[in-house]
């Protein structure tokens, strides 16, 4: 199973070696066979069973733990460190990859094992990915209808507050525990689909500067921003040993801030929640009633 501070940080780590590293695109083989696929990041694992792929999926790597499905395959080591000796063994058509995990790309190319490069920093991106990687793996018409269901719930939620007043948003995807109040913070900043989620929910981000990819701040930088809603990703509450209860207090130690003096400070738990696949847009679904509580959310609900 994952494990809450390890999957954050890579999530941290991901984003920024997006900006580090940008690996050179692999061009489409769709006549190749994927009889045969290994997937090396979450995302890509729950977008090829979203597409009906399972049957084809060899081996995921050790964080990849849905659909249930995923948990009696083979392993091939971590995210950032993945085994090339289990991928060789395995015999794979296609190795499908996360564009941060591009310099992998490659050492699998001299093993000529056929690789597939995906992206996935922003909600076009991911959108972008599932149609990819339907076209490589000939499920192309599976990727129009999750596609398809996707816009739709994006054009009902994008309409429903089209004309609203945005209030300011902070995700918080990491902080210090065990203390009173919230020493330091990873959030949300204006390059990650994090910060697409906020806009399409009918928030804005709360943290408007470009110069970080992710913002680590203080409970004074909070303080500063001052958001009117904070949420806080906080997947896998059976892995870490936090009380939510504990760690709500932490929030509303931070006195002066709008959203912990308007009771709107949520903890989202939610596994997928920082998984940047095509369950991210159940995370959509969520948002949107918590920045806008006084519209009806019955038709997406």
Request: charged share 15%; with cysteine.
């Amino acid at each position: 199973m994952r494990h809450f501070w390890p999957l954050l940080l890579f999530v941290i780590i991901a984003l920024i070696a997006l900006s580090a590293y940008q690996p050179a695109e692999t061009p489409p083989q769709a006549s190749q066979s994927t009889n045969r696929i290994i997937s090396l990041a979450p995302s890509i694992t729950e977008t090829l069973f979203a597409l009906g792929l399972a049957d084809n999926v060899v081996a995921v790597t050790d964080y990849c733990d849905y659909p249930p499905q995923v948990l009696s395959l083979p392993k091939v080591g971590g995210l950032i460190n993945p085994s090339l000796e289990a991928i060789v063994a395995l015999q794979p058509d296609l190795v499908i990859i996360s564009s941060s995990q591009g310099k992998i790309v490659d050492q699998l190319q001299q093993l000529n094992i056929n690789t597939l490069l995906t992206n996935n920093t922003s909600l076009s991106d991911i959108k972008q990915s599932i149609s990819i990687i339907g076209e490589r793996t000939q499920h192309q018409h599976q990727a129009q209808l999750l596609l398809a269901d996707i816009e739709q719930t994006s054009h009902i939620i994008s309409q429903k507050v089209a004309e609203l007043a945005r209030p300011r948003v902070m995700i918080s995807i990491g902080h210090s525990l065990g203390t009173n109040h919230i020493k330091t913070a990873y959030i949300a900043g204006q390059h990650d689909f994090y910060n697409d989620l906020i806009n399409l929910a009918g928030g804005i981000n709360a943290y408007q500067s470009t110069l970080l990819k992710v913002p680590s701040i203080s409970s004074e930088g909070i303080m500063q921003l001052n958001p009117h809603v904070i949420i806080d990703i906080f997947p896998e509450a059976d892995d870490h040993n936090a009380d939510i209860t504990e760690v709500l207090k932490q929030w509303n130690n931070l006195h002066y801030i709008d959203a912990v003096n308007h009771h709107r400070v949520h903890i989202i738990e939610q596994n997928y929640a920082t998984i940047p696949g095509p369950r991210i847009f159940l995370l959509l679904k969520q948002l949107a009633p918590l920045i806008h509580p006084e519209l009806d959310w019955s038709d997406i609900l």
